[in-house]
């Protein structure tokens, strides 16, 4: 088993920039591909990036020469940086591991928007 936590996910302006970290562990010696996927509201879940245990890297077009995915050699640790980003590049940001089977991060929201913020404020709910 595999499992797989994911962050650096947030809100920020456009053109601005993003790093997404994923830290695996258990059973990390048989992953042989990590990847980002990422869904919009209303669509599908989609590969944005890729990386090999021999470095090859691929990306989806949208994102090409913005995105760069990179990882450890340990393999259990892998990066998502992101530039110039866009609004259209709002989505749930998931890592993905490639081993014996698919091990998915639980997500992270990535906003990307423009205007003018507040400071923000904690919610917190418990029981």
């Known amino acids: 088993q595999v499992q797989l936590v994911e962050s650096g996910g947030g809100l920020v302006q456009p053109g601005g920039s993003l790093r997404l970290t994923c830290v695996a562990s258990?059973?990390?010696?048989?992953?042989?591909?990590m990847a980002w996927y990422r869904q919009a509201p209303g669509k599908q879940r989609e590969l944005v990036a890729l990386i090999r245990i021999d470095s090859s890297t691929n990306y989806a077009d949208s994102v090409k020469g913005r995105f760069a995915i990179s990882r450890n050699s340990a393999r259990n640790r892998w990066y998502l940086q992101m530039n110039t980003l866009k609004p259209e590049d709002t989505a749930v940001y998931y890592c993905n591991a490639l081993g014996n089977r698919d091990y998915w991060s639980q997500g992270t929201q990535v906003t990307v928007a423009s205007g003018d913020w507040g400071q923000g404020t904690q919610v917190t709910v418990s029981s």
């Open positions: 258990g059973s990390t010696a048989g992953i042989y591909g």
